[in-house]
């Protein structure tokens, strides 16, 4: 039996509760006669603010971990999936069959690379990579065939390199997306013929291409529309936002939402910058007054539109929602 990128996650100082978690998964194993993967198995500590700097551990038993996930890295031949362990800044450990696992600053889960910090550094160095082959495809792919295919190519084989993901990942700094950016223009570069130094600005919108930050704010907004209009199948989802609409009379009090951070890690948060987003279209009259009653063919139409008119090539919507 084989169950890839399965993962046990804790929050909180309950070390208690985790260990018994631990060994209720021992148990099963034991009862199932079913084996565990060390090797292909990893700990992650999600260590934010001060607490990054009190965690030094540098491996931990499977039980008696306290607040940690674990969360598969590859699957095993002797049948169970493996874990990697999310926890704070606690470096007690316990035993499982006397295995212990090592602390990992990265990890692959579900296809997304995180890191200790949730910088997503690793992940952008991850895409670069892939983009960095795609380049060279597109190097010889281009004496064959016509620009229109070139760009089809770009749509099915690049841009969801880019884009799965990209509200997880997206939720970070401008310069730790800016080499995805980089190798971006290169391959529109090398699509068009153009020189080294020559700015493709230009073309990005001539084939109707965003940039990676032009694709956060893009998958963004459409989150936060189907949040307003409870299109999430997660209830938590449809209660993120909350939007009241103006009223025909005068008042003190401001219909826009708001979300107030307290922690410098909060500013690249889905809600933080979702909230900024839809404050901007807001203020510049980009949504109708249903915007909190559409059906899917009206969602699709609003942000196709908005996609076209407001958020491709927008360099000062991209400044604003990524603070630079």
Known sequence: ?????????????YPDVLNQDLKNIEDWLKINKLSL????TCQL??????C???????SVTVSNCVR???SNTGSDQDGLTNCTCLCNNSSEVGNLNSKSINVSRTCKYLGIHLDDKLFFISHAQHIKEKLGKQCGIMSKLRYYVPPKILLEYYKSNIKPLIQYGILVYG???YSTLEPILIMQKKIIRIMTFAKWRESVNVTFEKYKILTVYELYIYELLKFVIRSLNKMHEDEYLNELFAYEP???YATRRSTKPNFKHKKKFERTSI??????????????SHFPTNIQNLDNSGFYNLVHTLRETYILSNLELVRKIFDK
């Open 37 to 40: 993967n060390i090797a292909k």
């Open 246 to 248: 103006p009223s025909k």
């Open 1 to 13: 039996m084989f169950a890839d990128d399965s993962n046990i996650t804790s929050i909180g100082c």
């Open 171 to 173: 939720c970070t700094n």
């Open 271 to 284: 809600k933080f910058r979702g909230v900024k987003l839809f404050n901007v279209f807001m203020d510049n």
């Open 68 to 70: 940690e996930c674990a």
């Open 45 to 50: 500590k999600i260590c934010l603010g001060k």
């Open 52 to 58: 990054a700097s009190k965690s030094n551990s540098n």
